[in-house]
């Protein structure tokens, strides 16, 4: 699987950004597909993720971007984005795509993604 993710940059609190990340190489029913952050000094943590089940599946967002970031998959494109809104300062990481075979009912532990892409830098900063 490889994961080729774009998007990110530099915005003042409250400005958006939007994440875009294409998966290819995959043909598996179950997975999950999203994204992951790592703040300077800080370990990598989920931040929103969509677990595809069969033709349905749900979207996981963890409790600090609830209402502000919003994830969107394509099944079509393979592609998955994060829509960011309201960005704070505790936003600022390096957002990696990331991949996991599997059925899941929520985003998986990085300890168990199978596949990342290259990280990509938001900074959020007056």
């Known amino acids: 699987v490889q994961l080729q993710a774009s998007g990110g940059g530099s915005v003042q609190p409250g400005g958006s950004l939007r994440l875009s990340c294409t998966a290819s190489g995959f043909t598996v029913d179950y997975y999950v597909i999203g994204w992951y952050r790592q703040a300077p000094g800080k370990e990598r943590e989920w931040v929103s993720c969509?677990?595809?089940?069969?033709?349905?599946?749900?979207?996981y967002y963890t409790d600090s971007v609830k209402g502000r970031f919003t994830i969107s998959v394509d099944g079509a494109k393979n592609t998955v984005d994060l829509q960011m809104n309201s960005l704070k300062p505790d936003d600022t990481a390096v957002y990696y795509c990331?991949?996991?075979?599997?059925?899941?009912?929520?985003?998986?532990?990085?300890?168990?993604?199978?596949?990342w892409g290259k990280g990509t830098q938001v900074t959020v900063s007056s």
């Open positions: 969509f677990s595809h089940r069969d033709r349905d599946g749900n979207s």
């Open positions: 990331a991949f996991r075979n599997g059925l899941y009912y929520s985003c998986p532990e990085k300890h168990v993604v199978d596949y």
